[in-house]
């Protein structure tokens, strides 16, 4: 029977822990805008470009010029208030992202860019 490698399972300086990220090739953007009043403006059935190549994303980096707010894979999730001067915004490795839904209440029309790897 192999010993295992007291070392390497406890991850010392003697023999460390190789960590590699896998990359990705694809990548979705696009820019359009919201207006004001909109309610759970659904990204997956209005912006062609978007969840084309990255069906399942975990990367979603915004920009955004007016407070918004955004909801991640289904309407019934808890709204994140996107105020404009936290533009860009990224979220990464935190869940798998299928789909945004955008409500604008700023008073004025917001432009949107997302980019999705």
Known sequence: MARLNQ???FGD???PLKVSQELYDVYD???FVVGTGV???????????LFKNCKSAWLVLMEYNKDISIKFNNTDMPAIACGYE???????????V????????SGATATIGILLV
């Open 7 to 9: 070392s390497a399972r």
């Open 13 to 15: 300086r003697q023999m």
């Open 29 to 31: 953007y696009a820019e």
């Open 39 to 49: 309610t759970d403006y659904n990204v997956l059935a209005n912006q062609s470009a």
């Open 86 to 96: 936290t533009s860009p915004r990224e979220w990464r490795d935190v869940f798998k």
């Open 98 to 105: 299928s789909n945004i839904f955008i409500t604008n209440n």
